[in-house]
């Protein structure tokens, strides 16, 4: 019996399949898109301004200072324990600082054309009206949390031989082109080391190919041997949680980058399908990144994708710039965040280590 025989007779879909599927005209092979439905371009609930009245935020002790500058230097295997043990605080001075985070989750979807090894999976091409890209159903993660998922469209499916191998489900090995021996490694196919036979050949010259066991031919990689492949449209979703922050300027010297890993005092936060800016802050600056940044973002990701949610948070860091002299000389540390970080770019007491 002819081996081919037990694999099922191809179901082809119509010679214009990658264009005659209603929904997915612009998909192709290797990758294709189209736009998200239309997106609402207004919030659709009043502002919520709930601002915390309380404003402050007590002055960092001295102790704690310091003892925060011990554990940054400890921390450091090149940092001397000298200043952070010795050295004398002359003033400590708060620059207090407002962030505004604001986070746009979207999903994204986009299709092309796939296909992988046929394992009698159902050729369902066309028995059914294809669901079109946004109804396909698919399980959305937590918000404002990243996650990508892969779904083959229903009714999409049919099953062709693969051309690479030919519908053999071998191709020829590449190591040793197909020979099944390869020249030895030892002689260089000379079939003699030293002017004696080469011991590890035999005196042939070749190798056994170790990659195709001698066989010439390897399984093949696009169908695993199966001789044929199911083609379908691939839906590929994407969430992403689009995160900007706004840090009003506080003049101590301190990198705004540096704040990026820290949590302040938190006096507003709200979320929503779509924010409004906050109202009413104190700081003009904060309203005015408020204002700039959700239009941006309300703009830029509703091109591409679907706003599910949005979420606004503003917080006040705090910032202590500390003073301090050891063996003479004045220096500067910052102590910012909740967590108490330290930032020491100048630290006065550093050796080169050598880690073998």
């Known amino acids: 019996m002819n081996s081919a025989a037990v694999y099922p007779p191809l179901s082809a879909p119509p010679a214009n399949m990658f264009n005659s599927v209603p929904g997915y005209e612009d998909t192709v092979a290797g990758g294709g898109g189209y736009l998200p439905p239309p997106m609402p371009v207004q919030p659709s609930a009043p502002p919520q301004p709930g601002l915390v009245p309380d404003w402050s935020i007590p002055s960092l002790p001295e102790d704690l200072a310091r003892g925060a500058f011990k554990e940054f230097a400890g921390s450091h295997c090149c940092y001397s324990a000298g200043p952070a043990n010795d050295g004398v605080i002359t003033s400590m001075e708060p620059f ?29 091409f066309y028995t059914q009206t294809a669901p079109r890209p946004w109804e396909v159903p698919a399980t959305a993660p937590s918000l404002f949390t990243d996650h990508k998922q892969e779904i083959r469209v229903p009714y999409t499916s049919s099953i062709k031989d693969c051309q690479d191998c030919h519908s053999t489900g071998e191709i020829p090995c590449e190591d040793c082109h197909g020979n099944g021996y390869k020249q030895c490694s030892w002689c260089n196919g000379s079939g003699t080391n030293n002017d004696e036979n080469c011991t590890h050949c035999n005196g042939t010259g070749r190798d056994r190919c170790s990659d195709c066991d001698s066989q ?22 994407e969430w992403t949680n689009h995160v900007e922050d706004h840090v009003v300027e506080q003049n101590s010297g301190l990198k705004v980058d540096d704040l990026r890993s820290v949590s302040g005092k938190e006096l507003f936060k709200n979320n929503q399908f779509l924010l409004y800016p906050v109202l009413g802050f104190p700081n003009p600056a904060i309203a005015e990144a ?67």
């Open 96 to 124: 207090n600082t407002f962030r505004y985070r604001l986070e746009t989750f979207t999903e994204s979807r986009s299709t092309e054309w796939a296909h992988k090894p046929y394992e009698g999976e159902p050729a369902d």
């Open 216 to 237: 010439g031919v390897k399984k093949c990689t696009t169908c695993k041997g199966k001789r044929q492949l199911l083609t379908f449209i691939q839906l590929k979703v």
């Open 290 to 356: 408020s204002e700039r940044m959700i239009r941006d973002h309300q703009s830029k990701y509703s091109q591409t994708s679907r706003i599910l949610q949005q979420r606004q948070l503003v917080e006040l860091i705090p910032i202590t710039k500390v003073n301090y002299k050891w063996k003479g000389d004045s220096h500067v540390y910052f102590v910012y965040g909740n967590e108490h970080q330290v930032s020491a770019d100048n630290y006065p007491a550093t050796c080169c280590c050598v880690i073998l």
